[in-house]
């Protein structure tokens, strides 16, 4: 955990803390999750948050987790209650009975089932797996074995998606067997190491086909040793094979799962220049003098954090620089020097000048239209990390070591990027933003938003929610948190059972212009609303931040009350729930021609919406409904 930084007095600031309001105590503790602690300071932050309740709409989240052991795991809980703190989730935990998941799951009055998790962690270990495999097997008879094991852990997944409608994870399995050949054990198909390598493929392939997520604490355990996470001796006392000093990181790994399901994980990475991105100053030492490249440790450190800065990239990170320099300095290593492999294009949103940091940041995360809490931020003065944490506490700010060749372990082991799937959306998503600031650039030429609007030359191609959709838009749905009218979340196992239910009508939409495809930017879930026979209820509507402004929320309405009246629907009823991250939305309805369903709000703030379709007239937009094409602007009335 050497990327959090560290507190000089945890017992003084974790006694102030309880001394404080309940309101102001959970945010306290909150802060001192955000340092580096040991198993025991784990331990007593848990405890306090025991004390705590969090105020309503102080945006923490609630995450019921319920795990699946076959091994000791209670040494694990408070880590995982700590480690969800620092991501703003309270994680409410159940722990199965020790070695019975298969029957906690088949008894649908058990415990398990009364609970009724959010997500079901299976932490199984792998000795009942290999124990049956004898030395001799060969390749074949090997997988033949541990396929049978697979497969029962399909069923025991499809039993707990079918029947707790809840999102699966299951844990990789640790290497803690010793060996018989040594060398040599790599060639013979049974020996136990090879057995465990074996059956974590299998399992994550099996996992990769059925919508599984993977809790890999086997990667985990082989960057930091075994021995840093099993102990022989607290196996044999107390059948722990997760020793205590690993709980720290393993309630991390648990808790970026839970984060990014809820679309939690961050979006940006935000890179300093000088000593980060190369070595020295480049306004002092001139372009050629910065330590960069092959042939010195210095220059390869350097070149090392840009070749991971263009790998976060490639899978959908967004990268900008924030640097006090002179920009055209800046800029210019970026074009010139032959050793850098980021260039001025790779950089979507590029800030140098001699500002406060902190007021830059804020720059850039609305230059991107993202949130603060999406940005990490990489530099190398401790001065400028320390003020960034104070002013900005909710950008993530990693605890950079002094040698620069550590610089990318530490940001890789962080986990801030933590992903749950991998789709085409991600991998354009760098040319979107990209696209992005030539839209910026339209907005900043155009005499007026109308004319921005009609120079776009804006198409929107959409359509029924289909098979090749459904993780694209299971991601949009969790991850989206300003455009989301009701912020309720589904697994994919969910929005395939509401996709293909016959009376809902789930729309999704992508938005292109004359500067690329934007992908699939927005997801509209209409079902039937109990009792009320020709009412659709609004379930579920996002949209991508990328898109807001361009009218889109106008013709998906137009769009959806079309599709809707064509099935003899009358009416349309929509709930918004204020959240702290969707006030951008709050005049949502009213716009789009809804009244007001309740005069007062809900207890919990939720407001009513009601639309007469028969009495819905269309928006006109700047958005073409001819599929894929860039034609001039279709006026809709």
């Known amino acids: 955990m050497d990327w959090l930084p560290t507190l000089r007095d945890f017992r003084g600031d974790l006694r102030a803390a309880l001394e404080t309001s309940n ?13 580096r602690l040991g198993f025991l300071e784990t331990i007593q932050l848990d405890r306090a948050l025991g004390q705590s309740v969090p105020e309503p709409g102080s945006g923490f989240s609630t995450v019921r987790l319920a795990i699946l052991a076959s091994s000791t795991v209670d040494q694990l809980l408070p880590a995982i209650r700590v480690a969800g703190l620092r991501r703003r989730l309270v994680f409410d935990v159940h722990l199965g009975t020790y070695g019975q998941h298969r029957q906690d799951l088949l008894d649908s009055a058990s415990p398990l089932h009364q609970f009724g998790p959010q997500m079901v962690l299976f932490s199984i270990t792998a000795r009942e797996a290999i124990a049956g495999v004898p030395l001799t097997a060969t390749l074949g008879e090997v997988d033949e074995a541990l396929a049978r094991s697979v497969d029962e852990l399909r069923l025991l997944w499809r039993r707990a998606r079918e029947t707790l409608k809840a999102t699966v994870i299951q844990q990789t399995f640790l290497d803690v067997t010793d060996p018989l050949f040594g060398n040599y054990d790599r060639l013979v198909a049974a020996a136990p190491s090879r057995l465990v390598a074996r059956l974590n493929d299998l399992v994550s392939q099996a996992a990769a086909s059925n919508g599984v997520v993977l809790l890999d604490i086997a990667r985990a355990s082989e960057r930091a040793g075994i021995d840093a996470w099993f102990d022989t001796g607290r196996w044999m006392q107390a059948k722990m094979e997760i020793a205590p000093q690993a709980a720290p990181l393993y309630g991390d790994l648990v808790a970026r799962i839970a984060a990014a399901q809820r679309g939690l994980s961050k979006k940006c990475l935000v890179l300093d220049l000088d ?24 220059g390869e450190a350097h070149l090392a954090l840009q070749r991971y800065a263009l790998q976060l990239k490639a899978r959908g990170v967004i990268l900008a620089v924030c640097s006090k320099n002179d920009m055209a300095i800046a800029e210019a290593a970026f074009r010139d020097h032959p050793e850098m492999l980021l260039r001025r294009t790779d950089i979507a949103a590029f800030v140098a000048n001699w500002e406060d940091k902190a007021a830059n940041l804020k720059a850039i995360a609305a230059r991107l239209n993202i949130g603060l ?49 991998f789709t085409s959306d991600d991998q354009r998503r760098a040319e979107q933003y990209a696209a992005n600031a030539e839209r910026e650039t339209l907005l900043g030429s155009s005499e007026s938003v109308e004319d921005f609007l009609r120079g776009l030359r804006m198409s929107v191609v959409f359509g029924s929610v289909k098979a090749v959709d459904l993780s694209r838009v299971t991601q949009l749905i969790n991850k989206t948190n300003q455009f989301n009218t009701t912020t309720r979340r589904y697994t994919a196992e969910e929005m395939e059972a509401i996709a293909a239910a016959p009376e809902t009508i789930c729309l999704q939409f992508r938005l292109l212009d004359r500067f690329g495809d934007n992908g699939l930017i927005s997801v509209l879930i209409l079902r039937p609303d109990p009792g009320q026979a020709g009412i659709l209820e609004i379930d579920t509507w996002v949209m991508s931040c990328r898109v807001f402004g361009r009218e889109l929320e106008f013709e998906a309405m137009n769009i959806a009350v079309e599709t809707a009246r064509r099935r003899g629907v009358r009416a349309f009823r929509a709930d918004y729930i204020p959240t702290k991250k969707n006030g951008v939305i709050s005049d949502l309805y009213p716009r789009l021609g809804f009244t007001r369903a309740n005069a007062e709000p809900l207890a919990d703030g939720t407001i009513q919406w009601h639309l007469n379709l028969t009495e819905y007239i269309g928006r006109k937009t700047h958005i073409d409904r001819s599929a894929g094409s860039l034609k001039g602007p279709n006026h809709h009335g």
């Open 275 to 298: 000593n980060t991105l190369w070595g020295g100053v480049i306004g002092d030492d001139g372009l050629e003098g910065i330590a960069l490249g092959e042939g010195s440790a210095a």
């Open 23 to 35: 309101a102001a105590r959970f945010e306290k503790l909150a802060f001192l999750a955000q340092h």
């Open 373 to 421: 809490e999406s940005l990490v931020f990489v530099d190398d003065n401790p001065a400028e990390r320390a003020r960034i944490r104070e002013s900005l506490p909710m950008v993530a700010v990693p605890e950079l070591p002094e040698d620069a060749a550590y610089y990318v372990r530490c940001l890789a082991s962080a986990g801030y990027f933590e992903a749950v799937s």
